[in-house]
């Protein structure tokens, strides 16, 4: 039976054409072909071909002339490995190849093929190297793409939520100023009734006067009583007053709802910046003994049981504590619960600043900034180096804000009333991070959440 290699060989021979030479009746494969004879052979023309050296065997070929010198017409069987020529034994004994080293062709042939696997396998890595970074590119691509649609889809997020606080910043601005101009219109309103009765009297008055001017008898003018005080220039005064005082647009309330804007472009201004959440924390070794750390280390209390903590170069020695972080680029904010301190100091501070005496109380030197309230004045002022500025004292201060722009170098603070109203920015040029600082009078204060951070997108 024959092989499948057989099989596929006359398959192939087929499929080419070459044939037995000998076989004229009808054309049967040839399975060898002799480089003497120029022929192809079956296998049945095979078994009785001559067995001689001369005649040199090959796999079916249609290229016989190409086997033998083109000049002696004999075989080719050396390598003349100067010219690099295949020679036949007349070009290598006394043809133009006489002297020159060869090689059998089965021997030149094996070295080239060792050549060319050496050179193969150099091929072979080279191509999986370059098909590993096509991989890896290709992988970078779909990388870049989960990339691009992942910033698309919060870029998109983005501009909707700022639509929607816009939206939410005009209608609240627009409810404010119609509040005030209608506030403004009843007492001008009220203030022009009170004018038309005033001219109806004294239009009264002017027809009185008249009428006496009219008279001739001098009796009844000089019995009429005195008229001075028809004309009472006081009084006059006294109304224009009254409409000075009948209010203007506040256009300071309306320019601090307008600060909002601020905080809704935060995320745009100069370029693109994605929102962080993440914890901040108190640092329980800046912790004051009289100040107790909550287990979360996010409530700082006033207590008079003293915490013995162990002596540290970073302890405060009376009411504060600071964060676990620093914030040394960037934007950020952060919000306080200080609704259970009547007395406290809410702010950021330099790792630099004192740790005891009058200076190291934050606001009571230039290393500290804070927003701080005094319970027996309810005042609320901002403090830098111990220069106090006063906040208006009408503004619920139960929730505030912290916000730093590092790298602009500006601390603002805000009391997250409704609407939210910006108390104070200080603007520095900042020469070392940034810690979140309290200062605990009495009661409690409490971070609420994490800090709120920008970063800017590649």
């Known amino acids: ?217 001098p009796v009844t003018v000089l019995q009429e009583p005195d008229t001075g005080d028809l004309c009472d220039i006081e009084d006059t005064e006294r109304h224009d007053n009254q409409v000075h005082g009948a209010g203007d647009l506040d256009v300071g309330l309306i320019s601090g709802s307008l600060h909002t804007l601020s905080d809704i472009i935060t995320g745009i201004n100069t370029g693109i910046y994605v929102p962080q959440s993440s914890n901040l924390l108190l640092d329980v070794t800046t912790a004051s003994n009289n100040i107790l750390i909550s287990g979360d280390r996010k409530t700082a209390s006033c207590t008079d049981i003293n915490q013995n903590r162990p002596e540290s170069s970073e302890r405060f020695e009376d009411d504060q504590v600071i964060s676990t972080r620093r914030f040394s680029s960037g934007r950020h904010y952060w919000e306080v619960d200080v609704r259970k301190s009547g007395d406290w100091r809410v702010g950021m501070c330099y790792p630099s600043i004192e740790r005891s005496g009058d200076y190291s109380h934050i606001g009571f030197n230039n290393k500290s900034w804070c927003l701080c309230r005094w319970r027996y004045n309810n005042q609320y002022s901002v403090v830098h180096d111990s220069m106090w500025i006063r906040v208006p004292d009408n503004i619920p201060c139960d929730r505030v804000r912290v916000y730093l722009d590092y790298e602009a170098g500006q601390l603002s603070f805000y009391s997250l009333c409704d609407p939210i109203t910006h108390l104070h920015t200080y603007t520095a040029a900042l020469t070392e991070p940034l810690y979140a600082a309290l200062w605990v009078g009495d009661g409690c204060i409490t971070i609420s959440g994490g800090v709120r951070s920008w970063e800017k997108l590649p």
């Open 1 to 217: 039976m024959a092989s499948q290699y057989d099989i596929k060989k006359v398959l192939d021979q087929e499929e080419i054409g070459i044939f037995c030479t000998y076989c004229i009746h009808s054309p049967v494969p040839a399975a060898k072909s002799c480089l003497l004879c120029e022929a192809s052979l079956c296998d049945n023309h095979l078994r009785v071909h001559s067995k001689s050296a001369e005649h040199v065997l090959c796999d079916p070929t249609t290229a016989l002339g190409n086997r033998k010198c083109s000049v002696h017409k004999k075989v080719l069987e050396y390598y003349c490995t100067e010219d690099t020529a295949c020679i036949c034994v007349s070009c290598r004994l006394d043809g133009e190849h006489q002297g020159h080293h060869v090689e059998m062709l089965d021997e030149a042939s094996e070295k080239k093929k060792k050549k060319l696997r050496h050179v193969l396998q150099k091929l072979t890595t080279k191509r999986a190297e370059t098909e590993k970074r096509v991989q890896s590119l290709q992988e970078r691509r779909r990388e870049e793409q989960e990339k691009a649609s992942g910033v698309t889809e919060t870029v998109i997020a983005l501009f909707r939520d700022i639509r929607r606080q816009l939206e939410v910043l005009e209608k609240r601005v627009l409810n404010e100023i119609s509040r005030q101009e209608q506030r403004v219109s009843l007492s001008v309103s009220d203030l022009i009734q009170q004018l038309e009765i005033k001219k109806d009297e004294v239009s009264g008055k002017m027809r009185h006067i008249e009428e006496l001017c009219s008279m001739s008898d």
